[in-house]
Nanobody, 115 residues
């Protein structure tokens, strides 16, 4: 019913920046929250950042001060501005959207940070 399409991933050098975008489409009445998770090779998926419809944000400690999540409710879109990227940020990044009581996931986009 809901599809999430991510864009903006790629290869970047340490210290560089990337901006991820994720647009939700399909049967949407109201998105309660959107966010980003990531999964590095051999590790479990972890929360990166979330933002509620009203703009309240939550970040993993590892990205605070470097990443900024924002949304555009009119476009059903969430963004993740990633600055000062580190090799440890290398992972597949997944977009999420919560439409209570359901949660949806994007297909994932690869972010690779080289040293």
């Amino acid at each position: 019913q809901v599809q999430l399409v991510e864009s903006g991933g790629g290869l970047v050098q340490a210290g560089g920046s990337l901006r991820l975008s994720c647009a939700a489409s399909g049967t949407i009445f109201r998105i309660n929250a959107m966010g980003w998770f990531r999964q590095a090779p051999g590790k479990q998926r972890e929360l990166v950042a979330t933002i509620s419809r009203g703009g309240a944000t939550n970040y993993a400690d590892s990205v605070k001060g470097r990443f900024t999540v924002s949304n555009d409710n009119a476009k059903n879109t969430v963004y993740l501005q990633m600055n000062s990227l580190k090799p440890e940020d290398t992972a597949v990044y997944y977009c999420s959207a919560t439409l209570y009581p359901d949660n949806y996931w994007g297909q994932g986009t690869q972010v690779t940070v080289s040293s």
